[in-house]
């Protein structure tokens, strides 16, 4: 199966440390969207890439969060200093974008962040 | 701005019984999308439909239907017969495309469990 896929799937870290998440996306997909949930909550939006460009970044996105898609397929998610309120499932999904719009993302499994 | 509202937070129904799910939205834009995802214990979010705000024709799929009414922002969504594998957590979700970022806003999800 070729769906979306994150790495790691769990991750515990001690608040002030550094943290890193992987997404790969569908192969052919152009786009490629994070998302932020916490108990009980919606998925939150947090940026947006098409291809290796970074297009657009919510408020959510303090300067402590930096997201890189260097070539344009896979993707990773930065949080320097975590804090406690950043303990949340982070979720990657991709979509193909052409000329249309209102195009599905199909999400990953998500990375669940606990910061103690 | 866009706004989802999932007014019912649990529904539990004996398994069977037909159930619907309330989705109401708030967008100005003239074109958008509603989205229906399933997110199971396992966390992964499922999409399930997709409705462009010009077609307000309701859908049927096996048990699932839905109901898209634009005079009242509506977008419910029908489980016909319902089984244990549809206990979940159901999100509605609006997109406004306009602008070319196909951003999700969702709402707060209904957790649905199916009691057999």
């Known amino acids: 199966d070729t769906g979306v896929s994150q790495d790691p799937r769990h991750k515990i870290t001690k608040r002030g440390q550094n943290v890193t998440f992987r997404c790969d996306p569908i192969?052919?997909?152009?786009?490629l969207y994070w998302y932020r949930q916490t108990l009980g909550q919606g998925p939150e939006f947090l940026t947006y890439?098409?291809?290796?460009?970074?297009?657009?970044k919510s408020r959510l996105l303090s300067d402590r969060f930096s997201a890189e898609r260097p070539k344009g397929s896979f993707s990773t998610l930065e949080i320097q200093r975590t804090e406690q309120g950043d303990s949340a499932m982070y979720l990657c999904?991709?979509?193909?974008?052409?000329?249309?719009?209102?195009?599905?993302?199909?999400f990953g499994p998500g990375t669940r962040l606990t910061v103690l | 701005a866009q706004k989802v509202t999932q007014a019912q937070t649990e529904i539990s129904v004996v398994e069977k019984e037909d159930v619907t799910l309330d989705c109401v939205y708030e967008?100005?834009?003239?074109?958008?999308?509603l989205f229906w995802y399933k997110q199971p214990p396992s966390g992964e979010l499922v999409f399930l439909i997709r409705r462009n705000s010009f077609d307000e024709q309701n859908e049927i799929s096996g048990r699932y239907s839905w109901n898209f009414q634009k005079s009242t922002s509506s977008f419910n969504f029908t489980i016909t017969a319902s089984q244990v594998v549809d206990s979940a957590v159901y999100f509605c979700a609006l997109s406004e495309a306009d602008f070319g970022n196909e951003k999700l806003t969702f709402g707060t999800g209904t957790r649905l469990t199916i009691i057999p």
């Open positions: 890439f098409q291809n290796e460009a970074q297009l657009e």
């Open positions: 999904a991709s979509s193909l974008w052409a000329s249309g719009s209102g195009n599905e993302q199909f």
């Open positions: 192969s052919e997909h152009n786009r």
């Open positions: 967008t100005r834009d003239t074109t958008y999308y």
